[in-house]
């Protein structure tokens, strides 16, 4: 197999996002995505694929704006890709306006008398924001596409594990399922929540990870035309209608902590579904028992609530990028823009090093 400058290990939204910036960046640039199961087949590929342009600190904002710039400029480019733009409104009780204009761009508060949703009712106390420019994605498709454009130029393997991973001398040396060995550069380490792999676990541990199950319960209920999103800013909880598939999905933060992806089975349990209905019968029981199947699986989370792209080897050859927290697809082209910064600075420390000795 012929030497790849850059090896981007895990072909989720984020792996895929990586190697257009790659190619973006340096259009000879050589580059191979290896997944251990096909592309987009991990978290992305039960992601409910909302962009809201929010972020609880400055540097999340800041994220938020690129990546939506970075969507627009995408669809634009690509209008047939599934991105689908649509209103918002944010619902939240107490005295949250601060909070709401703080970690929302451009929100406007309104008077809300209907929810798009007949059946949503807002609870006494709490008050409703617009938010503009927000939008949907099949996250699926959406790296099946970014996938399928970089090709050939960028090397695609899927189904191919990688077990081991060592820095040796000037490269990164992998091994992988086939039983073959991989030599790099560099590579960038995008595993969305398999951070307990043999192969990385010792070097990602240090950053403090940790994985969280992510519920999303299906209402089969079809939206109306004009439906748009609710995001019930106390329970940190949303409801998305999927126009396209004819049902309304509704998130709500689960709080099961340090799950193994290779051991959810992708099936909700009575708990979950007890939770779901939980959370949005304050907003309408009539929703709320009408939750009966949904999308389970999880994501990396950080310590710090914040997307973590980082070197992981005293001769930054290998970056870690990803720990989104629940929110991959959203900030994921800003994790990618660094990812490939940190990259590329490595390579110039190295050109301009071999200078320095010449
Ligand atoms: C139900 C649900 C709803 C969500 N809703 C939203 C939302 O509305 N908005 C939003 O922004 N985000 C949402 N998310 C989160 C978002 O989907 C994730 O943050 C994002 O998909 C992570 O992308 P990733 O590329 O890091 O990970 P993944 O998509 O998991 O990709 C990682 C890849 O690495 C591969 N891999 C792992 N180990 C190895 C190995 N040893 N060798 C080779 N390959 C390996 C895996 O096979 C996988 O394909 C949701 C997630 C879930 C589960």
Redesign the pocket.
């Known amino acids: 197999m012929t030497r790849p400058a850059t090896a981007v290990?895990?072909?989720?939204?984020?792996?895929c996002l990586i190697a257009r910036e790659l190619a973006d960046r340096d259009q000879d640039a050589s580059v191979i995505v290896?997944?251990?199961?096909a592309i987009?087949?991990?978290?992305?590929r039960?992601?409910?694929?909302?962009?809201l342009p929010r972020g609880a600190s400055a540097r999340v904002r800041r994220m938020s704006a690129y990546s939506q710039a970075y969507y627009a400029d995408l669809r634009a480019r690509r209008p047939d890709l599934p991105i689908h733009p649509v209103g918002a409104t944010v619902i939240a009780g107490g005295a949250p306006g601060q909070r709401i204009a703080r970690h929302y761009d451009d929100a406007e508060p309104t008077q809300v008398t209907s929810l798009s949703c007949h059946s949503l009712s807002l609870p006494e106390g709490t008050l409703a924001w617009r938010v503009p420019r927000c939008h949907h994605a099949d996250?699926y498709q959406v790296a099946q596409a970014l996938a399928a454009e970089l090709r050939p130029m960028t090397r695609f393997l899927e189904g191919?594990?990688?077990?081991r991973l060592a820095v040796t001398g000037a490269a990164v040396t992998m091994s992988l399922s086939t039983g073959e060995q991989l030599v790099a550069d560099s590579v960038v380490l995008?595993?969305?929540?398999?951070l307990a792999?043999p192969?990385w676990r010792d070097l990602v541990e240090p950053l403090g990870l940790r994985v969280k199950k992510?519920?999303?319960a299906h209402i089969e209920q079809r939206p109306g035309p004009g439906a748009q999103v609710v995001v019930f800013d106390d329970e940190d909880a949303f409801l998305l209608p999927l126009h396209r598939r004819g049902h309304w999905l509704f998130?709500y933060t689960c709080q099961e902590w340090d799950v193994d992806p290779d051991a959810l089975t992708g099936s909700l349990t009575a708990a979950d579904l007890a939770a779901a209905r939980d959370c949005l019968r304050r907003y309408s029981p009539d929703l709320a028992s009408a939750c009966l199947a949904g999308?389970?699986?999880?994501?990396a989370y950080s310590p710090e609530a914040e997307p973590v792209v980082r070197r992981l080897d005293a001769a930054g050859r290998i970056v870690f990028a990803?720990a989104?927290n629940?929110?991959?697809?959203?900030?994921?082209p800003a994790i990618s823009a660094a990812a490939v910064d940190l990259v590329r600075a490595r390579r110039e420390e190295i050109t301009l090093s071999k200078r320095s000795h010449t």
Do not use: K, M
């Open positions: 290990i895990g072909a989720g939204i984020i792996g290896l997944d251990r199961d987009g087949a991990g978290a992305s039960r992601s409910a694929g909302l962009f996250v191919v594990e990688v077990t995008a595993p969305g929540p398999w792999s192969a992510i519920v999303a998130s999308r389970v699986f999880c994501d990803g989104a629940g929110s991959g697809y959203r900030l994921g």
